[in-house]
T-cell receptor, first 110, second 117 residues
Framework: DAKTTQPTSMDCAEGRAANLPCNHSTISGNEYVYWYRQIHSQGPQYIIH???NNETNEMASLIITEDRKSSTLILPHATLRDTAVYYCIVGNNAGNMLTFGGGTRLMVKP | GAVVSQHPSWVICKSGTSVKIECRSLDFQATTMFWYRQFPKQSLMLMATSNEGSKATYEQGVEKDKFLINHASLTLSTLTVTSAHPEDSSFYIC?????????????FGPGTRLTVT
């Protein structure tokens, strides 16, 4: 599986957009980009995933660059409850296990 | 959305005893379940992949005789930590992949915090 690189931590003001970057320069053609988040002492929660096109759901938007070597997760209006560790993971669609990196610790501040 | 439960949510046991953790998919069937371990301030580390009706596949460095995994049905997998020691104290998390989902989204349980004294 391709590896990902994410900033260790980020801060965001409540109500503002949180933009979380992820580099995955070795991603292969059949690998998806998945985003999960983990609130303290809970199991990870699925947020969104994509292959080539930008994706949006009720939680977030995922912007994938044309060369697919990086992506950005956007939380349009961050709330205090969005404080969590956000994991960017790349993997194929065969349902194999997910390899978690260090993630980005997002702190949303009032 | 699909729900995965774990039981117990936390457990304290004495060194040398065994502890069983259950992982259930509540509203879907899962041929494959995954077991992860997470130490404080660290990321999740995959321990093993559990397939219904067959032996689990363990990651390198994980002792299969110490961490017994049984996936007896499409909705239940169990992890038994045998002869637990303080260094086994950790947050254990399972995930399940739905048979029906084409996107192969994984659903995670809430985790089980094990403390070995």
């Amino acid at each position: 599986d391709a590896k990902t690189t994410q900033p260790t931590s980020m801060d965001c003001a409540e109500g503002r957009a949180a933009n979380l970057p992820c580099n995955h320069s070795t991603i292969s053609g059949n690998e998806y980009v998945y985003w999960y988040r983990q609130i303290h002492s809970q199991g990870p929660q699925y947020i969104i995933h994509g292959l080539k096109n930008n994706e949006t759901n009720e939680m977030a938007s995922l912007i994938i660059t044309e060369d697919r070597k990086s992506s950005t997760l956007i939380l349009p209006h961050a709330t205090l409850r969005d404080t969590a560790v956000y994991y960017c993971i790349v993997g194929n669609n065969a349902g194999n296990m997910l390899t978690f990196g260090g993630g980005t610790r997002l702190m949303v501040k009032p | 959305g699909a729900v995965v439960s774990q039981h117990p949510s936390w457990v304290i046991c004495k060194s040398g005893t065994s502890v069983k953790i259950e992982c259930r998919s509540l509203d879907f069937q899962a041929t494959t379940m995954f077991w992860y371990r997470q130490f404080p301030k660290q990321s999740l580390m995959l321990m093993a992949t559990s397939n219904e009706g067959s032996k689990a596949t363990y990651e390198q460095g994980v002792e299969k005789d110490k961490f017994l995994i049984n996936h007896a049905s499409l909705t239940l997998s169990t992890l038994t930590v045998t002869s637990a020691h303080p260094e086994d104290s950790s947050f254990y998390i399972c995930s399940a992949r739905s048979l029906a989902e084409s996107s192969y989204e994984q659903y995670f349980g809430p985790g089980t915090r094990l403390t070995v004294t």
